[in-house]
Structure formats: structure tokens, C-alpha cells
């Protein structure tokens, strides 16, 4: 299985259409249909061929990771132990946080021939990767241009990947509620909010018009689709979720529980609205040593116990449409949980 992911962008809702792989249409059943019922078929096939596709239909669902450390792929040795823990454990997808330097004017991508090393070797394997980005501020207002420039680079390293690369986008891990600004807020309309929506609007718009083969993704929490988080965006009044999800191709949910039903409750509402517009979610788990909220995370349960709820979930992605496979939270705690030892960097597992 290879995590390619998405969902379709609806261009009065989200991002412009890109060009689709339709699905064929087995003819042959169809030869002793009566012509009035080949007539609504052809009606049904066109008005089919005019709704925009999901990227997604020719997805094969499977699981992926967070990549956190950039010594997770500096050196060869690491990036070859990530690679062999990935086919080893049937993960086909990487999310690789990257990091970023500044000059006047420019963002520049630290590591950047490492990554690309990286992007390689996991893609010898059938391995998908993107580029992963995480600051609770970077969505904020002041901050838009830089998150942009940075945004520009990440384009122009891919730019320098072979054509048959397997790199297929960005995802932003921005949660904005970690901020004193959040927790502080008094109305249930966080400037941060429209902040946050802006800056996906703004770069979906970035990568439409200079990469529009890159995928846009977020990270989110799975209690956005509350009451409370109503608001109207480009006059449209949704839950936050759903402005999230129209403006991104997919989601990744922060679904973290230990069971498959518990994982699934959380997302019902986000898968609902991803059936409706044609996009999907993803789901996640969490295997980090959690100070607080212990009890969501796999650290300290029996790894026997992971792996029960792990094919529970591709099971159910397999089976519907609307949920694209599963994230696992995150290498380091994971290769740790499994190996007794951080994979090539010592210290505390904790997620940068």
C-alpha cells in the first residue's frame, strides 16, 4: 500500500480543480439496458464528468508517520534506518518536519540535500513524503509573509526533484490554541481564526498558481467542529472544521485514542462533511509519553494492543471513501516503543 492521499477542491469552496484521472466504465454491462435507461446513464455519466474528481480515486489507503527530528535523515545511516523501520512496519507515507533559514528576503530549506536523499531513498520503497511545517504562531497575521516565503521555498526545492519524485506536498501542523493569544481569547471568534483560514486561502493560491501537482494539508484537532467555533469566512458562516477542510485537500485529524471505536467517534462530524464534499480525513494515533491526558497515548501499553487498533482503522479506511488511511504519532516514540532505543539521537522523546 503507498498513502497518496486526497480529496477534491471545489473551486466555489476551496482550491481551483486540478486535472483528474476518471475512472472507467465497464461497458459491456450495459448492452441490454433498454435505451431509456441508457439514456439517464449517459445523463448520469455526464453530469458526473462535469463535478470536479476526487484526487483521491486512485488512492491505495496505508499508513503513515510524523517525522519530527531532522536527525531522523541527516545522515545516511539515519535516513537508512528510517527507511528499513517504514518497510518493516508496512508505513508508506512520510510527513518530515523541515526547518528553515532567512536572509532578506528569501526563505532558504536547512538540509535540504539531505531531505532530498531522503525523499530518494524512501521513494525506492514506494515511500510518499511531504514537507511538514509547525509554529502555533506562524498563521498569524504578522507573520503571513514569512510562512509564504518559506512556503516559496519548500516550491523551489521541489522543483529541483526528478520528475518521477515521489514528494507530494506540505502540511502545515499550526495549532494556534497553544498561544497565550488563544487561551486568552474572550468570544468564541478568535482573531486567530480568521488568521489561520486566511493563510490557507493564501497559500492554496501560492501553490495552485506555482505547483499545482503539491498538495496542501493541515493538522488539526478533533474537537473544531464545535458549536463554539461558528464563524463566517468569505461569507460563508461553517464550523471552523469545515472552512479548514474546504480550503485544504485533506485533513489529518489528532484523533489520538486507544481504541478504533474511540478514534472513530472523534472524527464523525469531519469524515460527514469530507463525504460531502467529496475530500477525505485521516486518522491518527499518538504513541508520544504524555505528560498530561496520558491515557490517549499507546506509550506504555503493550505494542500487541497498537497493532490491534492500527488494521481496525485501515479496515475502515478501506471500506470508506470519506477516510483516507492512518497517521501514527511519531517516529522517535515510536521506533523507541518498538527498539527500546531512540533511533539515532539520544535524550527525551519529545516532539520539537
Known amino acids: 500500500?503507498?498513502?497518496?492521499?486526497?480529496?477534491?477542491?471545489?473551486?466555489?469552496?476551496?482550491?481551483?480543480?486540478?486535472?483528474?484521472?476518471?475512472?472507467?466504465?465497464?461497458?459491456?454491462?450495459?448492452?441490454?439496458?433498454?435505451?431509456?435507461?441508457?439514456?439517464?446513464?449517459?445523463?448520469?455519466?455526464?453530469?458526473?464528468?462535469?463535478?470536479?474528481?476526487?484526487?483521491?480515486?486512485?488512492?491505495?489507503?496505508?499508513?503513515?508517520?510524523?517525522?519530527?527530528?531532522?536527525?531522523?535523515?541527516l545522515t545516511?545511516?539515519?535516513?537508512?534506518?528510517?527507511?528499513?523501520?517504514?518497510?518493516?512496519?508496512?508505513?508508506?507515507?512520510?510527513?518530515?518536519h523541515v526547518k528553515m533559514a532567512h536572509n532578506s528576503s528569501n526563505a532558504i530549506l536547512k538540509d535540504a540535500e539531505a531531505f532530498k536523499d531522503l525523499i530518494a531513498l524512501a521513494g525506492q520503497h514506494d515511500i510518499t513524503t511531504a514537507a511538514l511545517r509547525g509554529?502555533?504562531?506562524?498563521?498569524?497575521?504578522?507573520?503571513?509573509?514569512?510562512?509564504?516565503?518559506?512556503?516559496?521555498?519548500?516550491?523551489?526545492?521541489?522543483?529541483?526533484?526528478?520528475?518521477?519524485?515521489?514528494?507530494?506536498?506540505?502540511?502545515?501542523?499550526?495549532?494556534?490554541?497553544?498561544?497565550?493569544?488563544?487561551?486568552?481569547?474572550r468570544t468564541p471568534l478568535y482573531p486567530m481564526m480568521y488568521d489561520y483560514l486566511t493563510l490557507l486561502r493564501k497559500a492554496g493560491?501560492?501553490?495552485?498558481?506555482?505547483?499545482?501537482?503539491?498538495?496542501?494539508?493541515?493538522?488539526t484537532p478533533f474537537w473544531w467542529d464545535k458549536d463554539r467555533f461558528v464563524l463566517e469566512f468569505e461569507g460563508k458562516r461553517k464550523r471552523f472544521n469545515e472552512h479548514v477542510q474546504d480550503l485544504t485537500d485533506f485533513i489529518t485529524i489528532m484523533s489520538?485514542?486507544?481504541?478504533?471505536?474511540?478514534?472513530?467517534?472523534?472524527?464523525?462530524?469531519?469524515?460527514?462533511?469530507?463525504?460531502?464534499?467529496r475530500k477525505v480525513i485521516f486518522l491518527s494515533l499518538e504513541t508520544v509519553k504524555l505528560e498530561q491526558d496520558p491515557h490517549v497515548s499507546f506509550w506504555g501499553v503493550p505494542k500487541e494492543e497498537f497493532w490491534k487498533v492500527v488494521p481496525e482503522l485501515l479496515e475502515t479506511a478501506e471500506r470508506d471513501t470519506a477516510v483516507g488511511g492512518v497517521m501514527i504519532h511519531c517516529y522517535r516514540s515510536l521506533f523507541e516503543k518498538f527498539n527500546n532505543d531512540p533511533p539515532n539521537v539520544p535524550g527525551k522523546v519529545t516532539p520539537e
Open 135 to 185: 509554529n502555533p504562531k506562524m498563521f498569524f497575521s504578522e507573520n503571513h509573509d514569512r510562512t509564504l516565503r518559506e512556503l516559496r521555498a519548500i516550491i523551489a526545492f521541489s522543483e529541483t526533484l526528478p520528475q518521477d519524485t515521489l514528494f507530494k506536498g506540505i502540511k502545515y501542523d499550526v495549532e494556534p490554541y497553544c498561544t497565550k493569544e488563544w487561551k486568552a481569547g
Open 205 to 219: 493560491s501560492v501553490l495552485d498558481k506555482q505547483a499545482p501537482h503539491l498538495w496542501l494539508a493541515a493538522d
Open 1 to 73: 500500500m503507498s498513502f497518496v492521499r486526497c480529496g477534491c477542491r471545489r473551486q466555489e469552496e476551496g482550491r481551483s480543480s486540478r486535472k483528474y484521472r476518471l475512472p472507467a466504465v465497464n461497458l459491456p454491462r450495459y448492452k441490454r439496458i433498454a435505451p431509456p435507461c441508457i439514456l439517464v446513464l449517459i445523463w448520469l455519466v455526464v453530469s458526473t464528468l462535469g463535478m470536479p474528481l476526487s484526487l483521491n480515486a486512485e488512492q491505495r489507503k496505508g499508513l503513515g508517520m510524523w517525522v519530527w527530528s531532522s536527525s531522523s535523515f
Open 76 to 96: 545516511q545511516e539515519a535516513r537508512q534506518q528510517l527507511v528499513q523501520f517504514c518497510v518493516k512496519h508496512r508505513i508508506t507515507h512520510l510527513d518530515v
Open 256 to 277: 489520538y485514542r486507544r481504541s478504533s471505536q474511540k478514534v472513530l467517534d472523534c472524527v464523525e462530524n469531519e469524515r460527514r462533511y469530507a463525504q460531502r464534499i
